[in-house]
């Protein structure tokens, strides 16, 4: 099975919000279009990263999908959160979406947001942004045909806001964009070039820091952390994901677009970080790297966190992780695909590993049954098969046995497994599909040579897998074919399933 590129992919034209589905803001009688440039998060956005939230938003898409339009106001240079248009949600208390119509206008109280600080309440209605610190591009929405052809319409206003207020407020007009691009050194446009390069470099961050390519190394094996939703990489974490906090530590003030990703280790019940590593570039696949000193980045610290043998305790880190172990490949077209042969979900409380899971199965238990016996036939002249012409398709015309290879008991016995077991991976959530495995039972009655052999392309060939491991994982306690006169044999078998929303029904074999 695969899991794209730093945990996710999207074509270029869905991943970033577009201008027309962008939020608006209101300002001295004036209606703005915040746009949000490819990468960079919006102010609401930025909300859930720095408290840890799950967000009930999809931020990165179209306007329907994203499932909200926010509206800001600006008062006394400050910026407040005025009312949200909630569109497609998902409630505070489960993960079923909501669709909520496009006339339900909402009080950020509805989605429980507020302020850090509660002196900084304009109003009951309106929450100040005082966690947003970053830029903010602005393009006038005219209102009338005087509006359309005043200064303000030609061009992008451009904020830098500290928690929630605005620190620099600069006009950039499209000819001394276009100035600047033939000439950068143009000394006239030495203000506009400094705010360009600033909002450049913390877009850059963004792209870098939002595809999470973080590696965690256990027992000897080394795997990806997968990327959550609207996250930073979890190195930004131990700043409370605020970005400028760890400019500030890291780049003397200096405002940089390069991105710390952590290199973690799992030993005993403990997490610790091993190196930390800033990735500086915007392509997905070109990126400039340089160590960061983990003394200097760890700084503010240092009296609450234990430093030893196998580095930085993460005692800062609380919550629920899953790291996929695998390799890197290229596609035939040329393009980086990680191949993943185990997961793990971990529990993480201040650095203290509560819960750990692999499936298919632990590294250790692999090892055990590598160890205790590798499968094979017993006669590999002999082999029978069940009758079955797909599965005749996948491994050739053999003989069929007198009785089929079948499980101890009975089906009923080889169907409860899977009513207290079922798939967990989220992408067969919510999907309803069948899938039918081959595998071969020997003489001695053990299994392997597994074999996917529905006829589904694409992703759910990939779902097929996902069953694929999932069923290996079950008890296996076959009784092998028996030829004419009675003598156990090596026989090919099928399993099939029907797949509803990770739980396996249906379970049959010949």
């Known amino acids: ?53 799950a967000s009930p938003f999809n931020f990165w898409s179209s306007n329907n999908n994203r499932g909200h339009v926010a509206t800001f106001e600006i008062l006394n240079e400050a910026l407040y959160l005025r009312f949200i248009e909630a569109k497609r949600y998902r409630t505070r208390f489960g993960n079923l979406w909501t669709e909520s119509g496009i006339d339900t206008v909402v009080t950020p109280d509805f989605f429980d947001i507020t302020s850090k600080d509660s002196n900084g309440i304009f109003s009951t209605d309106m929450v100040l942004t005082d966690w947003f610190t970053g830029f903010v591009k602005l393009t006038l929405i005219p209102k009338d045909k005087k509006e359309s052809k005043s200064d303000e319409a030609d061009g992008n206003r451009y904020l830098f806001i500290r928690n929630g207020r ?47 390519r973080e590696k965690v190394i256990y027992d000897g094996h080394e795997g990806l952390l997968e990327h959550k939703p609207n996250s930073l990489t979890l190195a930004m974490t131990f700043y409370n994901n605020d970005i400028f906090s760890y400019f500030a530590n890291c780049t003397d003030g200096r405002l940089s677009d390069a991105a710390p990703f952590g290199e973690w280790l799992l030993r005993g019940d403990s997490l610790f970080l091993q190196k930390v590593v800033s990735h500086r570039g915007k392509d997905v696949f070109t990126f400039t790297t340089d160590d960061i000193d983990l003394d200097r980045f760890l700084s503010e610290k240092t009296n609450d966190i234990k430093i030893g043998n196998n580095g930085v305790f993460a005692g800062w880190i609380t919550g629920d992780f899953v790291v996929h172990y695998g390799v890197w490949e290229t596609t035939e077209m040329g393009v980086p695909e990680y191949t993943v042969s185990k997961t ?46 797909q599965l005749a398709e996948a491994v050739g015309n053999y003989k069929h046995p007198k009785k089929n290879p079948a499980y101890m008991g009975d089906k009923s016995t080889f169907r409860s497994w899977f009513l207290n077991n079922s798939l967990t991976d989220e992408r067969v959530k919510n999907r309803l599909f069948r899938v039918r495995l081959a595998f071969m039972v020997n003489c001695k009655g053990e299994v392997g040579q597994w074999k996917v052999i529905s006829k589904g392309k694409g992703e759910l060939y990939e779902f097929a897998n996902i069953v694929l491991e999932f069923v290996k994982t079950m008890p296996h306690n076959w009784t092998p074919a028996t030829d004419r006169k009675g003598n156990p044999v090596d026989c090919w078998q099928i399993m099939e399933f029907t797949v509803s929303d990770g739980n396996l029904t249906n379970g049959n074999y010949k």
């Open 166 to 212: 605005i620190v620099e407020n600069l006009f950039i007009s499209s000819s001394d964009k276009s100035k600047l691009a033939k000439d950068p050194s143009d000394s006239r446009f030495q203000t506009q070039r400094g705010m360009l390069e600033r909002n450049e470099s913390y877009i850059d961050f963004y792209a870098r820091c939002s595809m999470d």
């Open 344 to 389: 793990q979900k971990l529990r993480i409380v201040n650095g203290v590993i509560t819960s750990s899971n692999f499936s298919p199965s632990s590294f250790e238990e692999d090892t055990r049954a590598a160890e205790a016996t590798a499968f094979s036939p017993c006669d590999q002249s002999l082999i029978f098969s069940v009758d079955d012409k």
């Open 1 to 53: 099975m695969f899991v794209a590129l730093c945990g996710f992919s999207f074509a270029p034209e869905s991943f970033a919000q577009k201008i027309q589905d962008a939020d608006t803001l209101i300002w001295n009688d004036r209606r703005y279009a915040m746009t949000v440039e490819p990468y960079a998060p919006s102010v609401l956005m930025v909300y859930y990263q720095i408290n840890a939230l």
